[in-house]
């Protein structure tokens, strides 16, 4: 199974994506980490967003071409690059689950801006700008929000996991 973990910086897809590892066994990738393995210094330019995300299809498919799971962590905020996941997902013959992670505004720009230095460089600013870039999805996927209580237990619901 192949399972994209989007949404706008600070919603929580890091924390969701963890815990859909522990319930499913699938092994996350995250573009953040990725980008600072590629790049120490990162300038997100569009050349090297592109690279990242390149990077991370090129791993998950190894992956799963061997038969494992995979989790990719990543803003996905523009259609393409779902698209990109799709094609992935059949090319290499194994299901897809959009999982598109919300969370009220007021509460994401408090934990950006209370976030800690690690593998996201990415603040209220770029949030932000983010929000303003990003294409709705229209097909079928699973929304949860990590702003309210039980997030965990409808994503187990909305996996069919028990």
């Not at 190894?62 to 992935?88: P, W, Y």
């Amino acid at each position: 199974m192949l399972y994209v973990i989007c949404g706008l910086p600070g919603t929580g897809k890091t924390i969701v994506s963890k815990r859909l590892s522990k319930m499913t066994g699938a092994v996350v990738l995250r573009t953040d980490e990725i980008r600072k393995r590629l790049y120490p210094d990162p300038r997100y330019t569009r050349d090297e967003k592109g690279k990242v995300y390149l990077a991370m299809m090129r791993t998950a498919e190894s992956m799963l071409k061997t038969g494992a799971s995979v989790i990719l962590d990543a803003t996905f905020h523009k259609k393409g690059r779902r698209n990109a996941a799709q094609r992935l997902a059949k090319r290499t013959e194994h299901g897809l689950m959009v999982i598109e992670v919300v969370c009220a505004r007021a509460l994401v720009e408090g934990r950006l801006a209370r976030r800690k230095k690690g593998f996201s460089d990415a603040g209220v600013a770029v949030y932000r700008k983010i929000r303003a870039e990003w294409e709705p999805i229209k097909e079928g996927h699973l929304v949860v929000d990590t702003g309210k209580r039980g997030w965990e237990q409808e994503l187990r619901a909305g996996l069919g996991l028990r």
